[in-house]
């Protein structure tokens, strides 16, 4: 994904992240009572229901995983169909589904850059960033 300027809130972080990965169809950002944050997909609907599975994968796996001191950071399901990736950090998760044969450390990389950027509090800009942003001053405004 890239270098990120500061902080954002999680539908802006996802919008970034479904810009920049080709290889993800659709991601939600969760907190960790399961509520979403944000999401992608289309349908309000669908976005709960990724948001319910990665809760209970985060679930199963920190009760069969491990003794507990170490906390879980990410996960992967594959299906013939495609992926579901989960992964987690400072009280957020975001789960994202791709197709057939992901490349797996570039999509975690990028989900937990996406998590670090919505985490992050947002950082105040000067006006010539915002103006520059918003394409103002190169003449796209």
Do not use: C, W
């Not at 509520?35 to 976005?47: C, K, Y």
């Not at 791709?98 to 105040?124: C, I, Q």
Request: charge should be negative; proline fraction near 4%.
């Amino acid at each position: 994904m890239g270098a990120t300027r500061g902080g954002t809130d999680p539908e802006e972080a996802l919008a970034t992240l479904t810009d920049l990965s080709a290889q993800i169809d659709g991601a939600v950002i969760l907190d960790d009572q399961g509520a979403v944050l944000a999401s992608s997909f289309r349908s309000e609907q669908v976005g709960s229901q990724v948001a319910a599975a990665a809760s209970r994968l985060l679930n199963a796996a920190r009760t069969h995983t491990g003794d507990g001191r170490s906390p879980l950071t990410h996960l992967l399901v594959e299906t013939e169909a495609g992926a579901v990736f989960v992964a987690r950090d400072e009280g957020k998760a975001i789960a994202a589904v791709t197709g057939t044969d992901p490349t797996v450390g570039l999509v975690f990389y990028d989900l937990k850059v996406t998590l670090r950027e919505a985490a992050s509090p947002p950082t105040r800009r000067s006006r010539t960033e915002r103006k520059t942003a918003s394409g103002e001053e190169d003449g796209r405004a």
